[in-house]
T-cell receptor, first 117, second 114 residues
Framework: DAGVIQSPRHEVTEMGQEVTLRCKPISGHNSLFWYRQTMMRGLELLIYFNNNVPIDDSGMPEDRFSAKMPNASFSTLKIQPSEPRDSAVYFC???????????????FGDGTRLSIL | AQKITQTQPGMFVQEKEAVTLDCTYDTSDPSYGLFWYKQPSSGEMIFLIYQGSYDQQNATEGRYSLNFQKARKSANLVISASQLGDSAMYFCAMREGGGNQFYFGTGTSLTVIP
């Protein structure tokens, strides 16, 4: 089975440009998560969706960040305008279940390494 | 309060020895799951092992086992017979009740010394 697919793997762009990160979750998973990882702040949850609906976006840093999930098989994270402090690895993850007895882990994509110059 | 606490930023272990990575958690929900992930230098996040709050026995997966002490709210990862390839960051995470959100700790960097 295909895992979580993220694109691009690497992105280098200049400050002020729009950046769009893409994610295809595992088929059948009903929850999707966007994380940001930096050395200074570790792994931060930005937003997560359940059944394509945003549930918690309290981790989104500011209005420059937005995320959408138009259908069950696709999500985007957009940064506009981008700034050097947005440089990080961005992970998308998906999971199934929701039952307290679910042992289903989150499955992570390989991440997008974003550098804003 | 932090949901997941990993107090060891870095750990060293001799090859072939066992090592324990600490994780404590905070929840008032009687139903929860605990997960450990490995992140090697290549960057991917790899799921290792799961422990449910109602599980009677400690979880084991190959060389990985979980020392689950419910009263102390700790879920320490034990890696037996360490290998050089075990050098990585290790994250503890928790999922509460019927929710979908995972709470991650800050991670422990493990270095296996030949």
């Amino acid at each position: 089975d295909a895992g979580v697919i993220q694109s691009p793997r690497h992105e280098v762009t200049e400050m002020g440009q729009e950046v769009t990160l893409r994610c295809k979750p595992i088929s059948g998973h009903n929850s999707l998560f966007w994380y940001r990882q930096t050395m200074m702040r570790g792994l931060e949850l930005l937003i997560y969706f359940n059944n394509n609906v945003p549930i918690d976006d309290s981790g989104m840093p500011e209005d420059r960040f937005s995320a959408k999930m138009p259908n069950a098989s696709f999500s985007t994270l957009k940064i506009q305008p981008s700034e050097p402090r947005d440089s990080a690895v961005y992970f998308c993850a998906s999971s199934s279940g929701g039952s307290p007895f679910s042992n289903q882990p989150q499955h992570f994509g390989d991440g997008t390494r974003l550098s804003i110059l | 309060a932090q949901k997941i606490t990993q107090t060891q930023p870095g750990m060293f272990v001799q090859e072939k020895e066992a090592v324990t990575l600490d994780c404590t958690y905070d929840t008032s929900d009687p139903s929860y799951g605990l997960f450990w992930y490995k992140q090697p230098s290549s960057g991917e996040m790899i799921f290792l092992i799961y422990q449910g709050s109602y599980d009677q026995q400690n979880a084991t997966e190959g060389r990985y086992s979980l020392n689950f002490q419910k009263a102390r709210k700790s879920a320490n990862l034990v890696i037996s017979a360490s290998q050089l390839g075990d050098s990585a960051m290790y994250f503890c995470a928790m999922r509460e009740g019927g929710g979908n959100q995972f709470y991650f700790g800050t991670g422990t960097s493990l270095t296996v010394i030949p």
